[in-house]
């Protein structure tokens, strides 16, 4: 079946960069995709990668995709306090249902 | 673009009582999601809609809870009756195909607190 996994937690200093992972199981997923949860908000979008991508690239992030291993990740560089959100992972299956699977989150903490 | 919008924000209410949760998707999207978010259960999808059409709702915890989309602007989502363990944040989305696939918008959400 269709099934996303990520870490639950993730800590880092301000002005490092942050590594995000994500283990997916479907195959034949055409697009992956990061939102990002802001405390008391909804997730929104941060950004997606078509499966014949093995990266992409937009200001401070950097997502890099390995069909092989079905491992997704999301780079973030210079990591600041105001990225300290959680992020979820997420694939659209092959059976083209109109839903996206969602990983359980990463919670994402950024120390000064 | 208004977005998904939620109503109400905020909700306490009492055991027992009738809870009714809005949603208006963003004009246009033919599909609408309702999903549940606590801390531990994660997100979970309920019900999603296609064309005001449910197409699962598997994710629906039990009898209790019920969704509605009358028409392509307005979606409800009712527990009747409330218990405690139904406290959570609720989460409408909408989403369009075609658009780097399906990409899902959220609305901002609605807590609720069973009390």
């Known amino acids: 079946g269709e099934d996303v996994e990520q870490s639950l937690f993730l800590s880092v200093r301000e002005g490092d960069s942050s590594v995000i992972n994500c283990t997916y199981t479907?195959?034949?997923?055409?697009?992956l995709y990061w939102y990002k949860q802001e405390p008391g908000a909804g997730l929104q979008l941060l950004t997606y990668?078509?499966?014949?991508?093995d990266m992409k690239q937009d200001q401070r992030l950097t997502v890099l995709l390995n069909k092989k291993d079905k491992h997704l990740s999301l780079r973030i560089a210079d990591t600041q306090t105001g990225d300290s959100a959680i992020y979820f992972c997420a694939e659209r299956g092959s059976s083209n249902t109109g839903k996206l699977i969602f990983g359980q989150g990463t919670t994402l903490q950024v120390k000064p | 673009d208004a977005g998904v919008i939620q109503s109400p924000r905020h909700e306490v209410t009492e055991m027992g009582q009738e809870v009714t949760l809005r949603c208006k998707p963003i004009?246009?999207?033919?599909?609408l999601f309702w999903y549940r978010q606590t801390m531990m259960r994660g997100l979970e999808l309920l019900i999603y809609?296609?064309?005001?059409?449910?197409?699962?709702d598997s994710g629906m915890p039990e009898d209790r809870f019920s969704a509605k989309m009358p028409n392509a602007s307005f979606s409800t989502l009712k527990i009747q009756p409330s218990e405690p363990r139904d406290s959570a944040v609720y989460f409408c989305?909408?989403?369009?195909?075609?658009?780097?696939?399906?990409?899902?918008?959220f609305g901002e959400g609605s807590w609720l607190t069973v009390v």
């Open positions: 479907d195959s034949s997923s055409t697009y």
């Open positions: 989305a909408s989403s369009v195909a075609g658009q780097w696939g399906n990409t899902i918008y």
């Open positions: 809609f296609n064309n005001n059409v449910p197409i699962d």
């Open positions: 004009s246009g999207h033919d599909y």
């Open positions: 990668i078509f499966s014949n991508m």
